[in-house]
């Protein structure tokens, strides 16, 4: 029986994800695991891209900022006092905070972007904020969705890794 990525399946995806340069800026080296069907496991149009598709099948989806991880914004850049932080330091780190008005679920994971004398600077956009993304994926398995899995709206098998 020749399955196909249908709602309510749970699809293993080999992918990659370049920049419209041709960059690679996720290799994807851990395969995704999501659930299909409108869970929001997955950007929508990859997830329409994929619906009836066949294991060994590949798509190519082109999204746009918006239709990935948003657009870069000016506000989510913070420079905060050097002495705030830990004595080991170095850019790429990542800290949690929340906006200064926020509720308690507002936080925003901010990365280390520049470490000056003083300063340091946190940016709590997504690293592929602001860029057109290509995403490849080939589907490398098909199985029907537990009742479970269903009901809470994504995969229990511990590989649950977002694209």
Same mark, same amino acid.
């Given at each position: ?16 994800? =370049?920049? =419209? &340069?041709? &960059? ?5 080296? %851990?395969?995704?695991?999501?659930l299909h069907g409108g ?48 004595? %080991? ?10 906006? &200064? ?31 057109a993304l290509i995403f490849?994926?080939?589907? =490398? ?6 009742? %479970? ?15």
């Open positions: 029986m020749n399955m196909q990525v249908v709602k309510n399946s749970v699809i293993n995806l080999d992918y990659h994800v =370049t920049n =419209t &340069e041709g &960059e690679v800026v996720d290799e994807g080296r %851990e395969a995704l695991v999501y869970y929001d496991d997955i950007f929508p149009k990859i997830e329409e891209a994929l619906q009836g598709k066949g294991i060994g099948e590949s798509v190519q989806v082109k999204l746009q900022p918006d239709e990935a991880f948003g657009d870069y914004d000016a506000s989510l850049v913070q420079i905060e006092p050097r002495q705030d932080f830990p004595k %080991e330091l170095e850019v790429g780190m990542q800290f949690e905070g929340g906006p &200064e008005d926020g509720g308690e679920d507002d936080f925003v994971i901010y990365r280390v972007t520049d470490v000056a004398d003083d300063k340091v600077v946190l940016d709590g956009n997504h690293p592929l904020a602001g860029m490849t994926c080939t589907v =490398t398995a098909i199985r029907p969705a537990s009742a %479970e899995e269903i009901e809470h709206g994504h995969v229990h098998n511990g590989d649950e890794d977002e694209c």
